[in-house]
């Protein structure tokens, strides 16, 4: 049976090995293992479709790109990304999928679920308002109840967030599976802004007190109507400042803080408002409470990374995706509007998982 063979361009290759996100280590064992891309091969560029479909699948590039005469230009996403200094950051492989997967599950959410079918009012609605303003609203918007973890918190601002119209996302790496991890540093959270699907995604990797706060300073975005960072000049770092001191003063209240805040003990505080120490001294500096110019010891919070969802990859898998977004794919699939394989994909799973996937989040539901 002869063996199709497809011819890859020099340039495209060219394109793919420097394009892709990949160690060099890793991207070397690569190259040495396919045959293929040996200079003195008998077969030089010239895969077969399984073996160029695997070094598609490995690099993280679009099959069909590597198929072209010519490299293909990446699209330029310009989302608000915040990155733990609050500028643009460059856009990874990785980051740019998970871009991808997210714009897909707002555009099914959106399109076709049959339950996105108002416009989102608050979107817009503290829009060039003062810092103070801008707190009221949230307020007025969100109940800020007191948890004994972060974890905690986290979930019931989502649960919140729920009823309001927006979508709350959370993964920890691209594609299925653990092996494209998201880098913190690269990325902590998005906005991707939208009339009647708005959507928030967090980074999964990042500790729960982090998650808090990244939920919130999106759900300002929302409220401002920004969801971009238009090249990071000073009128972004400022909006990015203003509101990060709208989230401080959201969770951590000025009067009960006076009452909890202790110099010597910044853990305390911090425990007790389900935030960073960083963050409590910011606070406390800002309300007057300690002078703005004096040092003060921070505990490494970075010693205490975020342990994930566990083990059981169907919580980990429920723990990506809104409930609203989970209950509308559940309910298109019985209905006969989706194939099976498609709500998989929907949700990040494979699909030898999607039966008991829907089935721990059926019985979740008659819990609550």
Request: proline letters at 3%.
């Amino acid at each position: 049976m002869a063996v199709t063979r497809v011819k890859i361009s020099k340039n495209v290759l060219q394109w793919a090995l420097q394009t892709t996100d990949l160690t060099e280590v890793a991207l070397g064992r690569i190259i040495e293992k396919s045959k293929w891309l040996q200079a003195d091969a008998t077969v030089y560029l010239q895969p077969t479709i399984k073996q160029l479909g695997s070094f598609a699948t490995q690099l993280h590039i679009p099959f069909g790109s590597l198929l072209l005469d010519e490299p293909s230009i990446i699209e330029d996403i310009r989302v608000a990304f915040r990155t733990q200094k609050n500028v643009p950051a460059e856009v990874s492989l990785t980051v740019r999928d998970v871009i991808y997967e997210m714009k897909r599950k707002q555009a099914w959410f959106k399109e076709e679920s049959q339950v996105a079918n108002e416009k989102i009012t608050i979107i817009g609605s503290a829009r060039d308002l003062s810092t103070e303003s801008t707190l009221k609203v949230v307020k007025r918007l969100l109940t800020l109840n007191h948890f004994g973890t972060a974890r905690q918190l986290f979930n019931d601002l989502r649960e919140q967030l729920a009823h309001l119209g927006i979508l709350s996302m959370q993964k920890g790496s691209a594609g299925l599976g653990t092996n494209r991890p998201l880098d913190v540093s690269e990325l902590r959270a998005f906005v991707l802004l939208d009339d009647y699907a708005p959507l928030i995604f967090i980074n999964q990797k990042d500790s729960y007190t982090a998650r808090v706060f990244s939920l919130v300073h999106e759900f300002i975005h929302i409220l401002r109507g920004s969801d971009e960072l238009l090249g990071g000049n000073d009128n972004d770092v400022a909006e990015e400042r203003k509101i990060n001191r709208v989230v401080a003063a959201f969770l951590m209240p000025e009067e009960v803080f006076k009452r909890v805040f202790k110099r010597d003990d910044l853990n305390r505080a911090a425990h007790y408002f389900n935030v960073s120490p960083e963050a409590t001294v910011i606070r406390a500096k800002e309300i007057g409470i300690i002078s703005r110019s004096m040092l003060v010891k921070i505990p490494d919070f970075s010693k205490n990374p975020n342990k994930g969802s566990g083990g059981n990859p169907y919580n980990t898998a429920l723990s990506y995706n809104d409930g609203r977004y989970m209950n509308a794919l559940i309910s298109a699939q019985e209905r006969g509007a989706l194939q099976p394989t498609r709500v998989a994909s929907l949700i990040g799973v494979s699909y030898k998982m999607l039966d008991k996937t829907v089935e721990i989040f059926r019985e979740r539901e008659t819990l609550v």
